[in-house]
Each structure stands twice: as C-alpha cells, then as structure tokens.
C-alpha cells in the first residue's frame, strides 16, 4: 500500500517565524488533504489539494503530483498554530485516506 | 449546515463489555468512514459506507468489531468484548462522492474509548 512520511516530527518555532512541513508519499494518490489536530482530537480541514497551490491566509500548501510530495507552508506562526499537522493521502483503490504519522508543532510567545 | 457529529465523546467500559458508537454525517454525504487513532499515531482506516454498502473493510476490523448503516444515513460501531487494547479515539469522517471520482472528507469529533 501507499507509504506516507512527514517531516519533520517534531518543530519548535518563536512567535512570528515561518515554518515549512514536508509529506512524501510512495505512489500516485487521487486526493492530498491537510489537517491540523487541536489539544480535544478534532481533525481541522487545511486544504484539500491533489495538485497545484492554494492559499488560506497565512497557511498555504503546494503539491506536485508528479514528484509525489506535498508542502504546508505557515506564516507569522501564532501560539493558536500548535499542534499536530497531518498529511493523508487517498489512493487509487478506494476512498480510504492514509495518514502519515504527522508533525507535532509548538509555537512558543 | 451542521458538520459530523459523534455520540457519546467518551466512554470508559471495563474489559469484556460491548460498546456501541453512533456517527452522523452531513446531511448530503453519501459515504462514511471510520477511523482509528491510538496515541503519537496518525489515524488509521477502519472501513466505509456509500450510501448502506459497506464497501471496505480493514484488516484492523477483527470479528469483534462490526459496523452498520442502515438507511444510508446514520452509522453505529460496536465493538463486542472489549480488550484493553481497544483503548482509542475512534474518528468518524464524511464526504459527498460522484464525479470526479475523489471529494474532501470532514471529520466528527471523536470517542474517546478507554478500556480498563
């Protein structure tokens, strides 16, 4: 099956700094969605983006298919940013969504 | 529109006893999944419904887990003998589907199981 790999696991980041997360993915995906996990276990929707770049404020998100990974770009991070950022991929055979094992992020004030 | 919803958020229940877990989409999905999170992991696929077939079923769904969706709306989870390694967040997620052939899955809150 699809492989799905985060970089990195684990980011400390100060209050105004950007960040980059990085998710490598082993075979071509129908669907590339992003999430942010709060402290309660909600799955927060980012973007939902198989191919190309979108942008939602200071968040923003490009894949390249044809290279098999996808980056999650966030700006002027805030202390409400914190969490745990996941990647998940839909393969070809189905509507499942494979999940890497996400990036665990903490913005310090 | 209202998004997933999950009931109960969290259930303790001692080693041995069933427990049931009830999802509701919105309103015009068409498919449901569940998922499951255990802790520092990512969430992992359980199976899903279009509409009340079950198409998919994990590996991870052993015979004492069974799910159902009747009438292609509501969804119950019940896992029947609990083991203390049931202990998870069981995720509930939605999405419309048609053409093209791929749409964005919402995701409910969760229960929270703790098996003691």
């Known amino acids: 099956g699809i492989q799905v790999e985060q970089s990195p696991p684990d980011l400390i980041l100060q209050e105004g700094a950007n960040s980059t997360l990085r998710c490598n993915f082993s075979?071509?995906?129908?669907?590339l969605q992003w999430f942010h996990q709060n402290p309660w276990g909600q799955l927060i929707n980012l973007f939902y983006?198989?191919?190309g770049t979108k942008q939602n404020g200071r968040l923003s998100a490009t894949t390249v298919a044809t290279e098999r990974y996808s980056l999650l770009y966030i700006s002027s991070s805030q202390t409400t940013d914190s969490g745990v950022y996941f990647c998940a991929v839909e393969d070809n055979q189905g509507g499942k969504l494979i999940f890497g094992q996400g990036t665990e992020l903490s913005v310090k004030p | 529109d209202t998004g997933v919803s999950q009931d109960p958020r969290h259930k303790i229940t001692k080693r041995g006893q069933n427990v049931t877990f009830r999802c509701d989409p919105i309103?015009?999905?068409?498919?449901l999944y569940w998922y499951r999170q255990t802790l520092g992991q990512g969430p992992e696929f359980l199976t899903y419904?279009?509409?009340?077939?079950?198409?998919?079923k994990s590996r991870l769904l052993s015979d004492r887990f069974s799910a159902e969706r009747p009438k292609g709306s509501f969804s119950t989870l019940e896992i029947q003998r609990t083991e203390q390694g049931d202990s998870a967040m069981y995720l509930c997620?939605?999405?419309?589907?048609?053409?093209?052939?791929?749409?964005?899955?919402?995701f409910g809150p969760g229960t929270r199981l703790t098996v003691t």
């Open positions: 997620a939605s999405s419309p589907h048609g053409t093209p052939p791929s749409y964005e899955q919402y």
């Open positions: 309103s015009e999905h068409n498919r």
């Open positions: 419904f279009q509409n009340e077939a079950q198409l998919e």
């Open positions: 075979d071509s995906v129908n669907n």
């Open positions: 983006i198989p191919s």
